[in-house]
């Protein structure tokens, strides 16, 4: 069966890549729109099953990973700010606070039609940090304003972080590896 991944991501790809296992990207189709009500955890679960089974149809015979990634921070969803200037307000509220990321991750067999789904939680704390240092920052790091809060950890963003806990530091940047080891091999995936 052919694995698929249902982003586009680079950081999320080279992820999965590090299996060592032939993957194929594909954009999903999917609105990341939170839904009246929703929790932050069932938010990124919906959209990241709605992402891996948006493929189906173009890939029949897959294992197709979907993922997504919500912040959460005062009871409130943190999304991609889009704009510069919300990148920056993003930044001011969480700056010196702790965010909790939820990254889902749902693998979809489009043959069988089985799923499995799960989500790591990664506490994060960033420094403090002036307005100044956050408009350098997203100068320098214009795709942060495609990441939850701006924070993208994987490059630059790493320097606004003051601590990190998770049981997958993978979570972070957006894949749960060790859930998804086990959600191939039961579905029969060799991986070592």
Not at 48 to 54: D, L, N
Not at 153 to 179: C, H
């Amino acid at each position: 069966m052919q694995i698929v991944l249902a982003s586009t991501s680079r950081y999320r790809r080279e992820i999965v890549e590090r299996l060592g296992l032939p993957i194929i990207a594909a954009a999903p189709v999917c609105d990341e729109t939170p839904l009246p009500g929703e929790t932050a955890l069932d938010t990124a679960v919906r959209l990241a099953r709605t992402k891996a089974m948006s493929l189906a149809e173009r890939f029949p015979d897959a294992l197709i990973i979907g993922g997504d990634q919500v912040a959460l921070l005062d009871g409130q969803q943190i999304g991609k700010p889009a704009s510069f200037d919300n990148g920056v307000e993003m930044l001011k509220w969480m700056s010196g606070r702790t965010v909790v990321f939820h990254s889902a991750l749902a693998l979809y067999n489009s043959k069988s039609g089985h799923i499995q789904e799960d989500v790591g939680i990664t506490r994060v704390t960033l420094r403090q940090l002036s307005e100044q240092q956050i408009r350098n920052y997203l100068t320098r790091e214009p795709d942060a304003l495609h990441c939850a809060g701006s924070a993208k950890s994987e490059t630059l963003g790493g320097a606004l972080l003051q601590k990190v806990e998770a049981d997958d530091p993978n979570a972070l940047i957006g894949v749960p590896l060790f859930a998804l080891v086990t959600m191939l091999q039961n579905e029969g995936v060799e991986i070592l």
